[in-house]
């Protein structure tokens, strides 16, 4: 009601102020003419919510000027206001005049003038049954898609390996030796902490239960038995994927941002000699070290929370647990060790080369390769779980 | 040209990094409603003059007053008034990445108490057509843009706000030719209609004779020279001299001269 009242009292001649805000004023009175309004003060950013809720009041009268002759000032957010209250007058078969501006506002109303914004919509195409389907077989095709190319890359993989082998000279000794400090050296403590703090906590919370039965002395077993079949590969695995497949995308990913790939092709340098192979291999290499540590790490937090909680001495603990823990176990352990190092490496470099020329990609890229890679041999140990379950492993 | 009062004056300026010494005794006058173009080889200190204007460098000694302000001793308050009478456009954009070009360009609104967001929305879409984007390209994240696409985009949010001063750092690097001449008619033209004073740093000859009213020569740690085109021919210092009657000027030169003529016709 208020704006209403305030653009009947513009025509009626009374000078009505619309814009307080940060100290600009803005006005609109009458003319000498009835059709003709006069403008003054500051039409600006400031006051262009005011001017506009005013402008729309006008847009329904009789008013064929407006006199500008008495604007202090005009910036384009008050240009824009004027000429899109021009613009409506026009769409009704109406003229609209703007008249007494100096040059300078003048030059300002024509450039805004020229770069009115037209609005054109993007295509939009509508929700429909089909296509959510399309959509659906699109992200299968795309999953299946993602699997052939980790495929791809394994091929390529094991071709070079192959290739070096009867061309040893191509290989880059160094590089690997670099890899297997920064993949396997340099993640020696963390590794061995995590995997000792696990087995304290495992020991800890089976005595709980254990002694509930007087059978505190197979805490041993349940030690033994979990985190050499699972937890020393598993959680390993999953530390050195956070670690190194990360390292792997941004590394690779950022070689592709620069162009340096494309260089490397272009001086005839195989980009998956060169970078692929000394990676993975050092994986290969590492991660069954590093789940060894791991393993021996996990026992000793275990039989030292057995030592505290429990009272089993160390050498019952050893006793215990050569005697009680087939060998069989380690092995099951272990074996998974390569096979988790092949996906965490393949997906690391796989990613690498799928970021785009800009940093955001190279972000996105990194984190999708460690979810992705923990993902993957979470679903690689599940299977192997089947197979060893099978087969009375 | 020359009013009495400048716009953007700076006195003394000492700006050093570690036993490096950048600028010196650095005097520089801006006047109101001029193209100012700063050249000088590299590491003579174009960008940290244009960073010490904005405040993003605090020189060592010096003053620099915007607007009769002394914006180095200046309370925030002040300071924060006119920084929304200055707009920057750096070198790629400098857009934000997580924002489409429309949000980009509505930023610096959001600091105007009491506009209706429809309207800020308008606004920006009426900024990124002024600077020669498509309608279409508000809606694109600065990552779906080309290099000249940003820098548009980059001018249209230190356009926001309608500012009085208008620092441009390269406006037409990594631009291919037409694309950068294009963007010279651009600044020329919105720096005349809206009223624009323009401090712009370049090492592109054909910007220089296409847009500057006046240029300062950046050597031996200060401004050795100022004056139009012209003047520079005659100023006898050998990199002055070099860069402006190299092979690559006299093309510039002929190619501006060409087009003046082709006007008059």
Not at chain 1, 363 to 386: E, H, L, N, Q, Y
Not at chain 2, 35 to 41: A, S
Not at chain 2, 155 to 167: E, V, W
Not at chain 2, 216 to 221: G, H, I, M, P
């Amino acid at each position: 009601m208020g704006r209403i009242d305030l653009g009947l009292q513009a025509v009626s001649g009374k000078q009505v102020d619309l814009g307080r805000q940060g100290g600009a004023h803005f006005a609109i009175s009458a003319g000498a003419a009835p059709e003709v309004l006069v403008l003054s003060g500051q039409l600006t950013i400031h006051t262009v919510t005011e001017a506009r809720a005013a402008f729309d009041e006008l847009s329904g009268r009789r008013i064929t000027a407006l006199d500008l002759g008495a604007l202090e000032r005009l910036d384009t957010a008050g240009a824009w206001a004027l000429l899109s209250l021009q613009q409506e007058f026009r769409a009704t078969d109406r003229d609209l005049a703007l008249t007494g501006a100096t040059e300078a506002i003048a030059s300002l109303l024509k450039t805004v003038d020229g770069a009115m914004p037209k609005p054109e919509t993007a295509e939009t195409r509508p929700l429909t049954l089909t296509g959510v389907l399309d959509m659906t077989g699109r992200r299968v095709m795309g999953g299946v898609g993602f699997l052939r190319d980790l495929t791809a890359y394994f091929g390529i993989f094991l071709h070079r390996l192959a290739r070096i082998l009867r061309h040893p000279g191509e290989f880059r000794f160094t590089a690997l030796v670099h890899h297997c400090e920064a993949v396997g050296l340099n993640a020696v403590p963390i590794v061995a902490l995590m995997s000792f703090l696990i087995g304290v906590v495992l020991a800890f919370q089976g005595a709980v239960q254990l002694r509930q039965f007087g059978a505190e002395v197979f805490v041993v077993d349940l030690l033994a038995v979990s985190i050499l079949r699972e937890l020393g590969v598993l959680l390993t695995s999953i530390i050195v994927a956070g670690r190194t497949a990360s390292a792997y995308t941004a590394a690779i990913g950022s070689m592709k941002m620069r162009e340096e790939i494309d260089a490397m092709r272009t001086l005839g340098l195989d980009p998956a000699i060169n970078l692929f192979v000394p990676r993975i291999l050092a994986l290969l290499l590492m991660l069954p070290i590093l789940t060894l540590i791991a393993n021996l790490a996990g026992l000793f937090g275990g039989g030292l929370m057995a030592w505290i909680d429990l009272g089993i001495s160390p050498e019952m603990f050893r006793i215990r647990l050569v005697e009680g823990t087939d060998i069989s176990h380690v092995f099951a352990g272990l074996v998974k060790a390569p096979f988790f190092a092949l996906i965490i490496g393949v997906v690391g470099c796989h990613a690498g080369m799928q970021v785009k020329s800009n940093a955001e990609s190279l972000g996105r890229k990194t984190s999708t390769a460690v979810v992705t890679a923990i993902f993957m041999v979470i679903v690689a140990d599940a299977i192997f779980s089947i197979f060893f379950a099978r087969m009375g492993i | 040209m020359s009013t009495p009062d400048p716009i953007i004056k700076l006195r003394g300026i000492r700006n050093q990094f570690g036993r490096q010494v950048v600028h010196d005794d650095l005097d520089l006058d801006v006047y109101r409603g001029e193209i100012l173009g700063v050249v000088g080889g590299s590491g003579t200190g174009k960008s940290v003059l244009l960073r010490t204007i904005t405040g993003l460098q605090t020189p060592a000694a010096g003053s620099v007053t915007v607007l009769g302000t002394d914006v180095l001793h200046a309370d925030g308050k002040t300071r924060s008034d006119i920084e929304q009478r200055w707009g920057v456009m750096f070198q790629d954009g400098a857009l934000f990445s997580s924002l489409t070009v429309r949000e980009n360009v509505e930023v610096p609104m959001r600091a105007i108490p009491g506009l209706d967001p429809a309207i800020r929305r308008m606004l920006a879409d009426l900024k990124i057509s002024m600077v020669g984007l498509p309608y279409l390209a508000g809606d694109k994240y600065p990552s779906e843009l080309s290099g000249g696409m940003r820098k548009r985009a980059g001018l249209a949010r230190a356009l926001a706000l309608d500012p009085d001063m208008l620092f441009l750092d390269e406006p037409t690097a990594g631009l291919d030719p037409i694309g950068a001449a294009d963007f010279d008619l651009l600044i020329r033209g919105l720096s005349r209609s809206l009223g624009l004073t323009v401090f712009l740093v370049t090492h592109d000859l054909d910007t220089l004779h296409a847009t500057c009213d006046r240029i300062a020569v950046l050597a031996e740690r200060r401004v050795l020279v100022t004056g139009t085109m012209t003047d520079m021919l005659d100023v006898d210092h050998p990199w002055v001299h070099e860069y402006f009657h190299g092979p690559r000027a006299r093309a510039a030169a002929s190619e501006t001269g060409a087009h003046r003529e082709g006007r008059d016709e």
